[in-house]
């Protein structure tokens, strides 16, 4: 078990989760919404589908059904946006409770119908084209819900995992579970009920026949069915190919996609072991006579032949191929200035950016950042970025300060890019005169912070040690690649540890069978880092120095052990919303004896709205997270002023706070966790593009653990965004709403290795109605069949 692979998943907040700050602002109405002809036969059509659901509520209302009436709406696609799914939840938001009950699909709400009132309210907005026409526009169909099915193939008995919709209603949910419970029974089936929290059931019913399961579709209680299918037995098979021990010529296969990783540098040799990777076009701003390619020719090795070169599985990749961006010359014959290699820049990423969408940048302007503003090279390749949609991996910047004795010095400019990912150089190996010990920050490595306390660099890897002899004279220990005639050299330098982290972020886009999205593999890098155990570092100064430490390699970043569970959510905030998951999918096997124990690490990436005149305030937008737990929902007035959310939480506590855990209980624990992730949870404060937290429940001090971790205690997530004046004012003149993405990722995890987190989150996820998905890659992975 200890060996299963479960690869890692996306999930999505449901329409419940949606609440509001206040009263949404105005702003262009959207390309698709209908003109008025069109609108209205549209809205008929609607009518006379909602009609027949009228027809259903009042025989329910007759036969005093438990079970309400409930429906889905499918949103077109070019109202994916979440903003535009609210505008469709308020046309059927009626009644005294929240009938909108999630989702079935990414693209499908589902809602309820309790009452024939209800219905004529809605058939009533329905008909409103002018108020509604928004809504309208944004919805492609609506039909009647029917609960997701999956019918084994066997003739022999099954066992069926059944999930029923939750109502979002205690007492409603209450009698619905009760009944259903009665009919299956009286069905004569066996039905095994779990209870993972008071409002949380999955039902088992066992040694089902085939025309049992005929008769179950047949019965009333079926229409309170989510979804019904074999109860799984799970297996997991990962097809994986030895790493080769050599640093032999190597070739891609044939019929294999490769990404491909530019390399912004002074040009790559046609050196044999580099050839075969080498992408057909290439750019370059000089002539042959006028670049040397040796710096390039060597950032490229490490991209390519890294792993192989040093024997180790540092990155995990099994290739990639490589494009050669000659974006500056020999500069023993000629000089560059900063305008050129932006210009040279902006020139490579534009002609290639469709078919690159990671680039390596090794090079920098060799300024130390201004503490309150952020320098024009990093403007130009934020700009960039956004621009074609790319992800610049970019190093820190090389330092010889330790030569004289003297402390290491800030990042370069270019190294406080908000929108690249800034890598460190840490020690890979020590010989007799070097400095620094095996995993600690390199010599000549740059430390942050950025303009405004940014952290930069996030991350590090293996970028080679130095020291200096009896003689004043710099002596590396360097990295492996290939010096211009493809023979084997070493070197030292952020330069080299750059492209490994770029190799990494080209690797994983590679394995997945996703859209290209450089704020998730950003946020999947910073998530999967960690300190080594040999950091002696000060907790104080690590993110200074190390960011957050050396990401994994591609397989343990997209894979999770079964006692473990990794979350992405991938989403935009705008002014005036706010994200409240009030039912957060804690795994109850994490609680042990009275309090939920276990270890949790977020991350939270997210792209802040840029405006370059503001200098200190150049990130002009953030986005706060809380992760807790609270005691009860609660209904709120919102017929009173400013209240706007019918439902809130009671005893909300935010356990990612450093102020709820015992000092002692965080110095005596020498385990894994406190070793690899420890760092202060305070390093998420506002405006920082890039948080995480990592905390161990464990560790909480006594008497907070049981206030805030009692077994009873429901889970919530927490996200809002924050905008500064400047830019909430350039909004409104603009007639516009700010909104920013934001990827979050959340690892939960049983430090015993033996309690079943990841099948436990899965099933509650399901429970409540939460789109999941496990993230799709392109290798073949057999999982939970």
Request: charged share 25%; proline share 4%.
């Amino acid at each position: 078990m200890a060996n299963e692979r479960l690869p890692i998943k996306f999930f999505a907040k449901r329409e419940v989760d949606n609440m509001r700050v206040e009263a949404g602002g105005g702003g262009e109405p959207p390309k698709f919404i209908l003109g008025e002809e069109d609108l209205y036969i549209k809205a008929r059509a609607f009518v006379s589908v909602v009609e027949t659901f009228k027809e259903e509520v009042a025989k329910k209302e007759r036969s005093n059904s438990l079970i309400p009436v409930v429906f889905k709406t499918k949103i077109i696609d070019d109202a994916a946006a979440k903003t535009h799914r609210r505008e469709v939840s308020n046309l059927f938001r009626v009644g005294a409770d929240n009938n909108i009950l999630g989702l079935a699909e990414a693209d499908e709400i589902i809602i309820k119908l309790d009452d024939s009132r209800e219905t004529e309210k809605i058939i009533d907005r329905l008909k409103n084209t002018q108020r509604y026409a928004h809504a309208l526009s944004c919805i492609d169909s609506i039909s009647d819900f029917k609960p997701i099915v999956y019918k084994s193939e066997s003739q022999e008995p099954v066992d069926y995992k059944v999930i029923l919709i939750n109502f979002q209603n205690y007492e409603q949910n209450t009698a619905i579970r009760n009944y259903f419970e009665r009919s299956m029974v009286q069905l004569g089936l066996d039905v095994k009920k779990t209870n993972y929290t008071a409002d949380h059931v999955i039902y088992n019913i066992q040694s089902v026949k085939l025309d049992e399961f005929q008769t179950i579709m047949r019965n009333e209680a079926f229409e309170a069915i989510f979804s019904i299918q074999p109860m799984p037995k799970y297996t997991v098979s990962l097809d994986m190919e030895d790493d080769e021990a050599t640093i032999n010529i190597t070739a891609p296969k044939e019929g294999k996609k490769y990404t491909t990783v530019g390399i912004l540098d002074n040009g790559i040799a046609d050196i044999p072991h580099l050839k075969p990777w080498l992408a057909e076009e290439r750019y370059t701003a000089y002539p042959e006579p006028y670049v040397k390619k040796n710096h390039g020719t060597f950032v490229s090795g490490v991209v390519v032949y890294g792993d192989h070169l040093e024997d180790e599985e540092w990155v995990g990749t099994e290739g990639v191929k490589i494009l050669d961006a000659c974006v500056y010359p020999d500069t023993d014959k000629e000089g560059i200035e900063e305008d050129e290699l932006i210009r040279n820049i902006q020139e490579a990423v534009k002609a290639h950016h469709e078919e690159v969408k990671v680039w390596n940048l090794s090079i920098s302007i060799v300024a130390e950042v201004d503490e309150f503003s952020f320098s024009d090279f990093a403007i130009a390749l934020d700009a960039l970025q956004d621009e074609y949609g790319v992800l610049i991996c970019k190093s820190a910047g090389n330092c010889k300060n330790f030569k004289t004795g003297h402390p290491k010095g800030k990042v370069h400019q270019g190294a406080d890019s908000v929108r690249s990912i800034v890598v460190g150089s840490i020690a890979h190996k020590k010989a007799a005169t070097d400095i620094a010990d095996v995993d600690n920050p390199s010599p000549f490595t740059r430390v942050g912070r950025g303009p405004s306390y940014i952290i930069k660099p996030e991350i590090v890897h293996y970028g080679g040690n130095a020291g200096v002899d009896s003689h004043g004279n710099i002596l590396t220990t360097g990295i492996k690649s290939f010096g211009l005639d493809g023979a084997i050299c070493q070197s030292a330098g952020t330069s080299y540890s750059t492209p490994r982290v770029a190799a990494l972020a080209a690797g994983l886009y590679q394995e997945m069978e996703e859209e290209f999205d450089p704020l998730l593999l950003k946020a999947l890098m910073v998530h999967s880092a960690s300190y080594s155990e040999n950091l002696s570092v000060p907790i104080t100064e690590r993110v200074n120095q190390v960011g957050f430490g050396k990401p994994q390699t591609v397989r343990e970043i997209l894979f999770n052990s079964p006692n473990e569970v990794t979350l992405i959510l991938r989403d935009e905030i705008a002014k005036g919303e706010y994200i409240d998951m009030m039912d957060f999918p804690m795994p109850d096997c994490l609680v042990d004896g009275d309090y939920f124990t276990g270890q949790i690490v977020v991350t939270l990436v997210y792209n802040p709205i840029l405006d370059s005149t503001q200098r200190a305030e150049y990130c002009q937008s953030n986005v706060d997270i809380k992760m807790g737990t609270f005691d009860a929902k609660k209904d709120r007035d919102t017929t009173k002023r400013n209240i706007l959310n019918p439902v809130g939480r009671d005893g909300s506590q935010n356990v990612l706070l450093e102020d709820y855990y015992s000092k002692r209980k965080m110095r005596s624990n020498t385990d894994e966790f406190a070793l690899k992730e420890r760092l202060l949870i305070k390093y998420g404060d506002k405006y920082y593009p890039v948080k995480k937290y990592a905390v161990n429940l464990s560790e909480m001090t006594d008497s907070n653990q049981l206030k805030y971790l009692t077994k009873d205690k429901n889970w919530y997530l927490y996200i809002k965004g924050l905008f500064r004046d400047h830019i909430e004012i350039k909004s409104q003149q603009e007639g516009t709403t700010p909104s920013q993405e934001f990827c979050l990722i959340v690892t939960i995890k049983d430090p015993t290795g033996t309690k079943p987190v990841y099948d436990e989150v899965n099933q509650k996820l399901n429970e409540y109605n939460f789109w999941h998905n496990n993230i799709k890659l392109h290798t073949d992975v057999t999982v939970r069949i």
